[in-house]
């Protein structure tokens, strides 16, 4: 099946840091990239669509300063967490969507999570 | 406004049990609808998916059952096992947007 690899899986940083996370999809072309932000015990909240060669589209409340989009490639979607703070420690996550046609599914990645120190 | 709604939020079934995880949405446009399976500290997987056009999909002990006209649709889990405790979302989608999770259901499979 269709593979999604992120990368780090864990990072631990100092407060006022910027953090940087990758997303790659591994056997397909994603045009559509998508990220995610999961507190513990709840559902996935989407924080932003990532097109590739354009700017990302934001979910309403997401600070786009904030949260840095980079879709340079077809394969690679990086999310950049700037001047990360303790309430930005979360599990994130990204998906991509397979290309050809309509309704296609999205193959997530394993997730990162964060720790801001 | 919560467009899918999931439910139970937790469930514990025995081993060799069915189990069952309902859902309901609200946007008529929606036409397609995929689970996702969780395990903690990873992303969802897809599991299986289903389009209005059919009223039931399975695949092994997954079976999905679609109802168009009451808006709902459900998993069924048969013969549970231990290690198919997880978490598992359901979710729709139109077209080309976003896709609209569920809250998510913990099952628990127990020996």
């Known amino acids: 099946g269709a593979v999604v690899s992120q990368h780090p899986s864990w990072v631990i940083c100092k407060s006022g840091t910027s953090v940087k996370i990758e997303c790659r999809s591994l056997?397909?072309?994603?045009?559509?990239m998508f990220w995610y932000r999961q507190f513990p015990k709840q559902s996935l909240m989407l924080m932003a669509t990532?097109?590739?060669?354009?700017?990302?589209?934001?979910e309403q409340g997401v600070e786009k300063d904030k949260f840095l989009i980079n879709h340079a490639s077809l394969t690679l979607s990086t999310l950049t967490v700037t001047s990360a703070h303790p309430e930005d420690s979360s599990f994130y996550i990204c998906?991509?969507?397979?290309?050809?046609?309509?309704?296609?599914?999205?193959?997530f990645g394993d997730g990162t999570r964060l720790s801001i120190l | 406004q919560q467009q899918v709604k999931q439910s139970p939020q937790s469930l514990i079934v025995q081993k060799g049990g069915i189990s069952i995880i309902n859902c309901a949405y609200e946007?008529?446009?929606?036409?397609?609808f995929p689970w996702y399976q969780q395990f903690p500290g990873k992303g969802p997987a897809l599991l299986i998916a289903?389009?209005?056009?059919?009223s039931e999909k399975k695949e092994g002990r997954f079976t999905i059952s679609f109802n168009k006209s009451a808006k709902q649709f459900s998993l069924h889990i048969m013969d549970s096992q231990p290690g198919d405790s997880a978490t598992y979302f359901c979710?729709?989608?139109?077209?080309?947007?976003?896709?609209?999770f569920g809250i998510g259901t913990k099952l628990q499979v127990i020996p």
């Open positions: 998906s991509a969507r397979e290309p050809q046609g309509l309704n296609q599914p999205q193959h």
């Open positions: 990532s097109n590739e060669g354009s700017k990302a589209t934001y």
């Open positions: 056997d397909f072309q994603a045009t559509t």
């Open positions: 979710a729709a989608s139109h077209g080309y947007q976003k896709v609209t």
């Open positions: 946007n008529t446009a929606f036409d397609y």
């Open positions: 289903i389009r209005p056009d059919v």
